[in-house]
Every structure is written in structure tokens, then in C-alpha cells.
């Protein structure tokens, strides 16, 4: 599937549509078909909402046609070694990303921080990451461990300030995949076999750590209350999109 950028605003096809960003007043442009899709970007738009908006296009295209093969969408981070992926799953605020990036620190590979979608194939599941920028929580306590000092000095490369009366969610230090990876000196792996599912519950008067095996049907629950949608909902129009090259009418998930 190709996607074209057009910077030129005065040939416009007459049958694209208007699409903008959430954090933006102006319109871009799109045009679908089942093989190609192209965008124009507004001339008066800032040069960083036109990079954010083309990111986030292509991403959710590509959650698509994924969908369109036949992919379930889970809310959870994911890393992988020798070929083996460990998806981390769970609810808001359980630890998703400081799981992820403590096993980035430990020589995992990087796969996805917020999406992950699925597919039963035969031998297993095999997993692939959506390129969504991790949100890193700079908390005291979390910063002040000598393993996190290198996104210290990556949030004073970028003139980022750590406020102390800040809220979990305001107090967030984004970093893109790429950033993460190297950061960690580990690589970004575009997809993986599932071989493992955590579900964290922290415990703050726990002195070690506990590992219980999850039973199927919890498991089960798990994984269908973190089902997520392929399309974010600035980008419904991408819902028509069903390109032949990527239609399956197998199971998603079974």
C-alpha cells in the first residue's frame, strides 16, 4: 500500500477530504483508494502539526490494514529477545511502561509502548507494535533510580522541566521509539511470536517480586478488556478503507 505527500495545496483532487489533527484549527487533505492514499498538507500549517499529523496518518492506515488481515488491537507495551515477545498488560496507571523500560534496560528489544495487534497463525501468535511515542511518567522517585538518569539528561537535551506538583498524567516525557531504542542501546522490532503475557499489579509493601501463572479464562478476560480499536477517532474516514491486497476472512482472535 503507498501513501503519497503532496506539498503543493493547488492540485488538490477534487474527491479528497478534509482531515485535520485534534490540536489544530486547519484542514488537510486525504484521498482514499485500495491501493494508494494520498495526502496534501496545508501550506499554513506549522511544520511540527503537518509531521504529527502525516505520523499518525500512515500509523492508523497501517492499524487498518492489519484489521483488514484479520489483527486484534490490545492496549499494552511489548518487547521482544531471540525472537520472543513479552507483552505487558493491564489497566491505566499499573506499570506498562516502567515494565517496558526496565526491559529495555536489560537488553529487550523494543516493539510497542501503547498498541500491539495480534494475529493466531499456525504455530502461535505472532504480534507487531504500533509506532506510538512512549510516554514516560517522570516521577521523583522513578527518576532518582540510577538505571533512569539517561532520561534525565534527555529531558535537559530538550529543555524539558520536571515540575514537583505536576499530576502523573502533566508530568509525562514523550520519546519516540527510535529515541527510546537507542537510549537503551536495544532495537526496534517491527514484530515478534508471542510466547508471554504480564499482567502487573503493584504492590507497595511487597518486598520481593511474585510471579503467578494466570488461569485461561482470566486470561481470556484479560485480553478482551484491553481489546482496543485500530482507528483512532479523528480518523473514522479510514474505516472505508478495505484494500484488497490486505482482506482475510480469518478469525482475529480465537
Not at 514484530?191 to 517480586?209: G, M, R, W
Amino acid at each position: 500500500y503507498n501513501v503519497f505527500i503532496n506539498e503543493n495545496f493547488d492540485n488538490v483532487s477534487p474527491n479528497a477530504i478534509p482531515f485535520k489533527e485534534q490540536n489544530s484549527k486547519l484542514y488537510s487533505k486525504i484521498e482514499l483508494n485500495d491501493l494508494n492514499a494520498s495526502i496534501w498538507l496545508n501550506p499554513e500549517e506549522d511544520v511540527l502539526t503537518n509531521r504529527q499529523l502525516i505520523i499518525f496518518t500512515i500509523t492508523n492506515i497501517y492499524s487498518k490494514l492489519l484489521y483488514n488481515n484479520g489483527y486484534y488491537f490490545l492496549h499494552c507495551s511489548c518487547v521482544s529477545k531471540n525472537g520472543k515477545a513479552i507483552a505487558i498488560c493491564g489497566e491505566k496507571n499499573v506499570g506498562k511502561t516502567v515494565n517496558l523500560l526496565n526491559f529495555l534496560s536489560h537488553g529487550y528489544n523494543f516493539i510497542t509502548n501503547d498498541m500491539l495487534a495480534i494475529k493466531k497463525i499456525e504455530g502461535g501468535i505472532i504480534c507487531h507494535g504500533m509506532p506510538y511515542y512512549v510516554g514516560v511518567r517522570m516521577t521523583k522517585p522513578w527518576i532518582t533510580e540510577p538505571t533512569n538518569k539517561k532520561y534525565i539528561a534527555f529531558a535537559n537535551e530538550h529543555n524539558y522541566k520536571i515540575p514537583d506538583n505536576a499530576s502523573l498524567d502533566e508530568n509525562k516525557l514523550f520519546i519516540s521509539p527510535q529515541n527510546v531504542a537507542k537510549l537503551n542501546g536495544v532495537a526496534i522490532s517491527p514484530f515478534s511470536k508471542l510466547e508471554v503475557i504480564l499482567n502487573p499489579h503493584y504492590d507497595e509493601s511487597a518486598s520481593k517480586l511474585n510471579l503467578k501463572k494466570m488461569g485461561g479464562e482470566n486470561l481470556k478476560a484479560l485480553v478482551y478488556s484491553q481489546k482496543l480499536s485500530p482507528i483512532h477517532s479523528s480518523k473514522a474516514f479510514l474505516n472505508n478503507l478495505n484494500s484488497n491486497a490486505f482482506l482475510s476472512t480469518k478469525s482475529r482472535l480465537e
